[in-house]
């Protein structure tokens, strides 16, 4: 039996989902392999700096080894957790991964263990992933990889990343389906009751965007009446008469202050109301447009589809909070 061997890499601190998942599906799919009489699978060895418990930042002790020979790994995976700050100053640690990276096949960063990746010199100029609330921080220490918050993974080369936490196990199915075919991931899928293939981006699991304020306050005063009422009239025109600016001068302060263009500000503050009402109203899409500034639904639907990754109706089956109210019979 050809057998590919995975090591996931564990600190203290881990996020313990993000090891245990990847390593459930490489589990699965040696089974899945097995009972198809296929000639492949999986070994799959969770090490750390010096093996034994490591506390995950759940409070979890995860069993690992110490960390192995760096020759001879098919497929080097780095989990995250609120740990992975203190694991990029873990010299041994680091070195090893160094050292191991260039000889794996692949490698594989889950969540925040794209920071061990990038410490490590692995991803600059390359287009990676990691929690969406984790993105700014990793573009901002290390520039010279390219940071995309909403993909749930990206493969970019030998080089695979993911967003956070359950997306883990979204990029070791994809890994699977790699290496041994649709059919055997597709299984595993339905044994962990999944999609293989998630739709949309993790951006519609994000929560709404913290906005810049404007130094300005005529600016400031514009952001506000958008925000509290995001159906209104909010053209530019419109808002550079309450600011009491020119259309021209009106754009070029916002842009500046507010690090996106007027209308680009009005539309996120649009979706995230529309938002909020998929999620707690039993609202038609038409009515909800309109409260929320786009008009009609199609305008709506078209908005989600680009800035979410997801259609309205979609994402009101996922994330609504409360339950269809029904005439009695």
Request: one cysteine or more; aromatic letters at 6%; hydrophobic letters at 45%.
């Amino acid at each position: 039996m050809r057998v590919r061997n995975v090591v996931v890499v564990a600190f203290p601190g881990v996020q313990p989902l993000d090891a245990v998942g990847p390593i459930e599906v490489f589990a699965g799919a040696s089974r899945a392999a097995r009972a198809q009489g296929r000639d492949a699978g999986y070994r799959v060895s969770l090490a750390s700096t010096n093996g034994g418990t490591v506390w995950s930042d759940s409070g979890v002790g995860l069993s690992t080894i110490p960390l192995p020979d760096a020759g001879g790994i098919d497929t080097l995976v780095l989990a995250g957790g609120s740990g992975s700050r203190a694991a990029r100053h873990d010299g041994t640690l680091m070195a090893w991964i160094t050292q191991a990276a260039p000889g794996s096949r692949r490698v594989a960063t889950v969540c925040t263990g794209a920071f061990l990746g990038a410490e490590a010199g692995l991803l600059d100029g390359r287009r990676v992933t990691t929690h969406w609330a984790s993105a700014p921080g990793l573009a901002r220490e290390f520039p010279a990889v390219s940071v995309d918050a909403d993909p749930i993974y990206i493969h970019d080369g030998k080089y695979w990343t993911s967003a956070g936490v359950t997306a883990g196990i979204d990029l070791a199915l994809a890994l699977v389906q790699d290496d041994l075919g649709v059919d055997v991931a597709q299984t595993v899928a339905r044994w962990l009751v999944m999609f293989l293939h998630r739709p949309g981006g993790q951006t519609q699991f994000a929560s709404p965007v913290w906005v810049r304020r404007a130094e300005r306050s005529t600016v400031r005063a514009v952001q506000t009446l958008v925000e509290s009422a995001p159906g209104g009239d909010h053209r530019v025109p419109t808002m550079a008469a309450a600011a009491a600016m020119s259309v021209r001068h009106f754009t070029r302060v916002f842009t500046a202050e507010v690090g996106e263009t007027p209308g680009k500000f009005v539309e996120r503050v649009r979706l995230e109301a529309a938002r909020v009402e998929l999620e707690t109203t039993n609202d038609t899409l038409d009515r909800i447009a309109v409260r929320c500034g786009f008009g009609t639904a199609e305008s709506l639907r078209r908005v989600a589809q680009r800035r979410l990754g997801v259609a309205p109706d979609a994402y009101r089956r996922r994330f609504r909070t409360i339950t269809e109210e029904r005439t009695p019979a």
